[in-house]
């Protein structure tokens, strides 16, 4: 096998840390960590603009990182599932710890 084929399984890969890869899209899957958050209780929490915040939800929503749930007039984000969690949270931890 080629080691353009053996790396090209490593792409969806790639691609999921790339929509992590900002600050802000990477706070917004830590907070729902925590459980559901609407765009208002997100924009309020980061104190970014709503358009910024919504932009960013597009963006995770795209890569399958978050789904919605229309409730209403509001719609609701919530991780795709546990494995999300764990990536982001494992990452986290990993950044916390003093490796010297």
């Known amino acids: 096998m080629s080691d353009e084929g053996v790396l090209g399984q490593y792409e969806a890969v790639a691609a999921l840390?790339?929509?992590m890869s900002t600050p802000l899209r990477a706070g917004i899957?830590?907070?729902l960590c925590q459980g559901e958050q609407t765009v208002g209780q997100l924009v309020e929490?980061?104190?970014r603009s709503?358009?910024?915040v919504s932009q960013h939800l597009r963006l995770l929503r795209a890569?399958?990182?978050v789904r919605t749930e229309?409730?209403?007039r509001e719609v609701v984000y919530s991780l795709t599932d546990e494995h999300v969690a764990?990536?982001?949270l494992d990452a986290f931890q990993h950044t916390q710890e003093?490796?010297?």
Do not use: E, K, M
């Open 17 to 19: 840390f790339d929509a």
């Open 29 to 31: 899957i830590h907070r």
């Open 45 to 47: 929490w980061t104190g």
């Open 50 to 52: 709503q358009p910024l």
């Open 63 to 65: 890569a399958n990182l």
């Open 70 to 72: 229309r409730r209403g």
């Open 86 to 88: 764990h990536v982001l």
């Open 98 to 100: 003093d490796h010297s």
